[in-house]
């Protein structure tokens, strides 16, 4: 297990999260979510330090899901944590307003 390290803030956000990795797909639940990175909660297999994941997932208001490409950065006992990387623009504020609450 590797230590967690938050930078930013997060917001509590409950709901679905359809995960690709190592070539399969798996639904898990959201904990919280920040501008650089979301939390889960994950049935069966724990997930590896630094696997490759695809996370789609719907914000409140939002039709379209947002489809965030990233890395495993921290898993222990059915959670995780998972950092985003080249997040687009677009995206990037889109999830700093849903956190700091500005819709």
């Known amino acids: 297990m590797e230590t967690e390290q938050r930078r930013g803030p997060r917001t509590a956000f ?3 999260v359809e995960l690709r990795v190592n070539g399969g797909r798996r639904l898990a639940s959201a904990r919280d979510l ?3 990175g979301i939390g889960i909660e994950v049935q069966g297999d724990a997930l590896a330090l630094r696997d490759a994941v695809i996370c789609e997932f719907a914000l409140p208001g939002i039709s379209l899901p947002l489809e965030l490409e990233g890395a495993v950065a ?3 006992d059915g959670r995780a944590g998972v950092r985003f990387e080249a997040v687009d623009p677009g995206l990037a504020e889109l999830l ?4 700091a609450g500005r819709f």
């Open 14 to 16: 409950d709901g679905w």
């Open 74 to 76: 921290w898993a222990t």
């Open 34 to 36: 920040a501008r650089g």
């Open 96 to 99: 700093e307003n849903h956190v």
